[in-house]
């Protein structure tokens, strides 16, 4: 069974950094397109970054560009996001995720198999 552990979150002020981790067990993050979502309370899940299995430019969503960083350590099997000046509206629980093996960047989180748990960021004004 696929398990993506979260691990990173907090409370922060804005402009503040935080980094999330994502250990993945019982698959081998190279061969897998994973991903960043974030739900916030009465709002829906949304992308917020992804890495491929065959490396190339990482995808962003545009509330993120330039701010956020996504990235991969295949020896660690760990999958990283970098949040940096963090806004308030960048509250919400994240969630890595994963595709099904060897298969495309999609910024829909229908496309994703396996989930973690997901962590708290909370950004205070």
């Known amino acids: 069974q696929v398990q993506l552990v979260e691990s990173g979150g907090g409370l922060v002020q804005a402009g503040g950094s935080l980094r999330l981790s994502c250990a993945a067990s019982?698959?081998?993050?190279?061969?897998?397109?994973m991903g960043w979502f974030r739900q916030a309370p009465g709002k829906e899940r949304e992308f917020v970054a992804a890495?491929?299995?065959?490396?190339?430019?990482?995808y962003y969503a545009d509330s993120v560009k330039g701010r956020f960083t996504v990235s991969r350590d295949n020896a660690k099997n760990t999958m990283y996001l970098e949040m940096n000046n963090l806004k308030p509206e960048d509250t919400a629980v994240y969630y890595c995720?994963?595709?099904?093996?060897?298969?495309?960047?999609?910024?829909?989180?229908?496309?994703?198999?396996?989930w973690g748990q997901g962590t708290q960021v909370t950004v205070s004004s």
């Open positions: 995720a994963s595709r099904a093996s060897y298969r495309a960047m999609s910024y829909s989180p229908l496309e994703y198999a396996y």
């Open positions: 019982t698959l081998t993050l190279s061969s897998y397109t």
């Open positions: 890495i491929s299995w065959s490396g190339g430019r990482p």
